[in-house]
C-alpha cells in the first residue's frame, strides 16, 4: 500500500540520483525533483559550475523544466522534493512559483538557516499562499552523500597542493 511517506522516499530517492550526477559533473551534489499528480514534470541538479550561473542550483532548474512541462510559471498543485535545504535564492523562487509542498532532505547547516526558519519563510501571515513543508527525509543519506562530495574535494585540493 502505497502511503504518503513511501511516496516522498521515493521520490527523494530519485533527487538522490539526480544529486549524484551533480557530484560527477564536479558540482555540489544537490539533486531536486518536482512532482504533479505522482508523476515527474521537473528535474534538476547544482550546475553553477558548467553554466557560469550562480542561479542554477538544483531547485531552480527543477522549477524551470517544471514551467516549461506545464507551460506556466505558476507550478500549482506541485510537490518539490530537494536532498538539502534550499537557499533564500531557491526560497524565493519557491514561494513565487507557488508550490505546493516541498519536501527536504538535509538540513542546510553551512549557510546558518534553521528547518523553523525555512518554515517561517515559506508561511509566513503576509503571503497569500502557504507551502506545507516536510524535512528529513532520506536525511542521513542526502547528508552523508554531501559530507562525502566534500570530503572528496578537501582531498583532491589537498593532493593537488602536494
Known amino acids: 500500500m502505497y502511503t504518503i511517506e513511501n511516496i516522498d522516499i521515493l521520490w527523494m530517492r530519485h533527487a538522490i540520483t539526480l544529486a549524484n550526477y551533480a557530484s560527477v559533473m564536479g558540482e555540489i551534489s544537490v539533486g531536486a525533483v518536482l512532482i504533479k499528480n505522482n508523476k515527474l514534470i521537473g528535474l534538476g541538479w547544482n550546475a553553477s559550475i558548467h553554466q557560469n550561473d550562480p ?85 542521513q543519506e542526502c547528508a552523508n552523500q554531501l559530507n562525502y562530495f566534500f570530503k572528496r574535494q578537501r582531498n583532491s585540493r589537498k593532493n593537488y597542493k602536494k
Open 55 to 139: 542561479s542554477a542550483h538544483a531547485e531552480i532548474i527543477a522549477l524551470r523544466t517544471g514551467g516549461k512541462f506545464l507551460n506556466n510559471y505558476r507550478l500549482l498543485d506541485t510537490t518539490l522534493y530537494v536532498t538539502l535545504e534550499p537557499c533564500i535564492m531557491c526560497i524565493g523562487a519557491i514561494i513565487h512559483a507557488r508550490i505546493y509542498r516541498l519536501v527536504c532532505g538535509a538540513k542546510n547547516n553551512k549557510i546558518g538557516y534553521t528547518t523553523t526558519y525555512l518554515k517561517n519563510m515559506l508561511q509566513h501571515p503576509t503571503k497569500n499562499h502557504n507551502i506545507s513543508l516536510t524535512t528529513g527525509i532520506l536525511e
